[in-house]
């Protein structure tokens, strides 16, 4: 008994390890581009020797990857609960809970943009970051298919994540105005992409029958 308490600790500990290693990760990549960021940046955040890390991740690439994977597989659950709830108005919801979202996580936000502004295809696991998107683009796409779009589901999933991801890059940030107005600013913008949408689903609607 004694021996199986004390590997449940070890277990816990080495959990709790990975967590704090992961949490320091993610805001030194929001800060930087990948190709900026170093082990010892890493460590020196998570205030533990650089050698530690790699008791955890072999390398840079795998922690970064590991933190990518977690953080969208967290979102895309969430927003798949979200979408399937009874009677909910699944585009107004997903252009609600993603700015929501990364509104509040912004090292993880700056993980993305950073990624798609100077990403490094030279990366090994940029084929598992790549699926990691198609992933995100599925969980987009059931939504339009869920409003009753016929047609361009995928095309409308991309147009969506691009406008999304454009009002925060271009207002996040707005220098000159206090954080509730560039959030007030965020959401009017897209009230009118959330109708520019469901016109185009209406449209298709008509069409289709």
Not at 48 to 54: E, F, L
Not at 80 to 95: L, R
Not at 182 to 199: D, G, L, N, P, Y
Request: aromatic content about 10%; hydrophobic content about 40%.
């Amino acid at each position: 008994m004694i021996k199986d308490t004390l590997s449940k600790l070890k277990e816990q500990e080495r959990e709790l390890r990975q967590t704090l290693i992961i949490e320091a990760a993610r805001n030194v990549f929001g800060e930087k581009t990948y190709d900026q960021v170093s082990m010892a940046e890493i460590a020196k955040a998570a205030g533990i020797a650089k050698s530690s890390i790699y008791t955890y991740f072999s390398s840079q690439e795998e922690l970064y990857a590991r933190i990518v994977y977690q953080d969208a597989c967290a979102f895309m659950q969430e927003l798949n609960h979200i979408t399937h709830q009874e009677n909910v108005d699944a585009v107004k919801a997903t252009i609600d809970y993603f700015l929501d979202y990364y509104i509040e996580k912004h090292s993880q936000w700056r993980m993305i943009t950073h990624f798609a502004l100077h990403g490094n295809n030279n990366m090994e696991s940029i084929d598992k970051l790549n699926e990691i998107g198609r992933e995100l683009m599925d969980t987009f796409e059931r939504v339009f298919v869920q409003a009753g779009c016929k047609t361009g589901t995928r095309l409308l999933a991309h147009t969506l994540f691009s406008c999304l991801s454009g009002i925060l890059i271009a207002f996040r940030n707005y220098p000159g105005r206090s954080e509730q107005e560039r959030i007030s600013h965020i959401k009017k913008i897209s009230t009118q992409v959330e109708a520019m949408m469901k016109t185009y689903i209406e449209e298709q609607k008509h069409v289709f029958g």
